[in-house]
Structures are given as C-alpha cells and as structure tokens.
C-alpha cells in the first residue's frame, strides 16, 4: 500500500487538506491495525488527521475497521439492554463518578460492561476507583464474560477485546497529543451493538460526529457532554441527555442553563480512595446522588427497557431514595 498518497491527502493542513472516502479511509484504519504501517508513516498519518479534523465518514469507516477486528463480549441473557460505559479519560479536577454510575445501574438489575484503561495519564481512572471499591479489572475475555454474566457487571481493559486499537491509544505517549483512536474508543460497544452505549464526548462537533454514526448504524445510545472526557453527567450542572434508538433523536432531559452550580456534598479530594469513600457513602445512602446523575440514571433505566416509560424510570429512582 503506498501511504505516502493518504499523506499527500490528508497531511495539506486544515485548508488544504482533502476528506477521504469511505473506502480508502477503511482500507488505510485496517493496514493501522493490522501492523502493516512502518511507524513514520503512522505518525504522520495520525498527526495530520487530528490537524486536518477526521470527518464522520473518514471516523465510521475507521470504526468499522476496528468492530471487524475486535473480540466480542455475549450480552447477558434477558429483555434488559446492557448499559455500555467507555472511559479512558479518567478525572483530574473533579471526582471521577462513572464507577457510581456503574454501581447505582447494577443495582438497580440493569447489567453494567465497563471498558477502558487501567491508566489516564496522570488522572484518577475509573479502573483505579473499580479497585477501591473491589472490582477488577478483567484479564482476559474469558473473565470479563463471567463477571457479565453472574455478576452483571464488568470491567475490561480495552487490551482484552481490541488489542490493536490498544496499541493504538499507547502511542500517546509518544506523540503527545490525542488522536483518532480515542474518539473511536468512545463509540466501540464491545456487545456488537446489544448494548446501550453511553457515548460522551467533550466537544459539540463531536457530539456531531457521534449522532451521526450511531444514528446510521442504528445503535442505541446515550449522547451527552462528557465531564472531563467521562461518559458521567456534570454533578454540577445537567448536560442535554439525548436518546438515539433505531436511527431517530429524542431528548430526555434537556441542558441545565445559568452558572455551574457549587455542592459541598462533593468530595473536596479526587484521588481514587477519597471517591470511592465518597461512591461508598452514596450507595449506603448516607449521601444523595448528585441530581444531574440521577436524571441519567432514570435515562438508562429507561432506554435499556428496565422501564416501560419515563414515567416509570423516573418513580423507581425516586422510590429508591436517590
């Protein structure tokens, strides 16, 4: 394959740069993960990718590639849709709440897959807050099945089901900057589209990009602004929760406006022992969940069929003293 024609393409800058179809984009993700691209010619690519901005067409044919070269996961028997949670960002200013997300849905019988890193670059990751409060990490996909299955919650370390695309994220490092495989990481339902995924991203354009993938394929999920990359409702003030389900939008709950809002009920330490304290208290019920979350936890119970209605999702919330 000659790369050096995609990085002619894509490699003229924001101005000049062209958008590659479908099938070349496909082609050129599959050679990335397949190994088959000396890294000089990786490191361009990526970088000018990012400099030129991935389009939705370029981000789904990539996405493709990547579901095509993945392990998968067996959703868990019954009517209720797993509740599918990617985090790679973990939390640095703030707590990092997505293991509380993950706890409050498997307590209420909604089955929980986890993925991520067990690292976040100097941020408190939700691997790192799993372990404090006794859930670890899957080591292979053979145990991430198991917990899924008899303990309706999981989580796998992206390296279990989609080593290639691990690989990818770990060049970071090296490149100091963020590039196209932490946006796919974001849409990845390792369930092969069983799950509801929540999928968050930090920028309006890429909540763009996202409706417009998942509604093509017909995927169920969760749009929301992500707080600090995480797939968790800003404790402080409420994001739009938007429902995609069989290509159509519906918003459930729409932005909380005016200033963010300041909680003495948030830990003032973020670290992973001081938030899974502070998870620990909210589940004993010593201490209310933040309301922004408990409006997407009635979001998830309702779109993953564990209530009929919104109505429905909404009381069992409330009977449940959240």
């Not at 991935?54 to 009517?79: H, I, K, Q």
């Not at 495989?181 to 509801?196: E, F, N, Q, T």
Request: proline share 6%; with cysteine.
């Amino acid at each position: 394959m000659n790369f050096s024609h995609y990085i002619k393409e894509i490699g003229r800058g924001a101005q000049g740069a062209s958008d590659l179809s479908a099938e070349d984009a496909g082609q050129l993700y599959a050679a990335i993960l397949d190994g088959g691209m000396p890294e000089l010619e990786l490191g361009a690519i990526l970088i000018a990718l990012r400099l030129k901005g991935e389009t939705a067409t370029e981000l789904g044919a990539f996405l493709d590639a990547v579901e095509a070269r993945s392990y998968r996961l067996e959703a868990p028997v019954g009517e209720i849709r797993p509740v599918v949670l990617p985090s790679y960002n973990g939390a640095r200013r703030g707590v990092n709440l997505t293991p509380l997300l993950a706890m409050l849905l498997h307590r209420f019988g909604v089955p929980v897959l986890v993925h991520g890193l067990l690292e976040s670059f100097a941020r408190v990751s939700s691997a790192q807050v799993f372990r404090e409060l006794g859930v670890m990490p899957a080591a292979s996909l053979q145990q991430a099945q198991q917990a899924l299955d008899q303990e309706g919650l999981a989580f796998a370390p992206l390296s279990v089901f989609s080593p290639a695309l691990a690989e990818q994220l770990a060049l970071r490092a090296r490149l100091g900057v963020r590039h196209c495989a932490h946006s796919l990481v974001k849409m990845l339902d390792p369930l092969g589209g069983a799950g509801l995924l929540i999928a968050a991203a930090t920028h309006p354009h890429y909540l763009d990009i996202m409706r417009e993938i998942l509604s093509a394929r017909n995927r169920a999920a969760l749009l929301l602004r992500a707080t600090e990359g995480e797939p968790f409702a800003n404790p402080q003030r409420r994001p739009r929760l938007e429902l995609l389900r069989d290509g159509n939008s519906q918003t459930l709950f729409e932005a909380e406006g005016g200033s963010i809002k300041t909680s003495s009920q948030l830990p003032e330490d973020a670290d992973a022992r001081s938030a899974a304290e502070w998870i620990t208290k909210v589940l004993d019920k010593k201490l209310p969940v933040p309301l922004p979350l408990a409006n997407q936890l009635v979001c998830c119970l309702y779109a993953s069929g564990s209530a009929r209605d919104l109505n429905e999702a909404k009381a069992r919330v409330a009977a449940g003293g959240i």
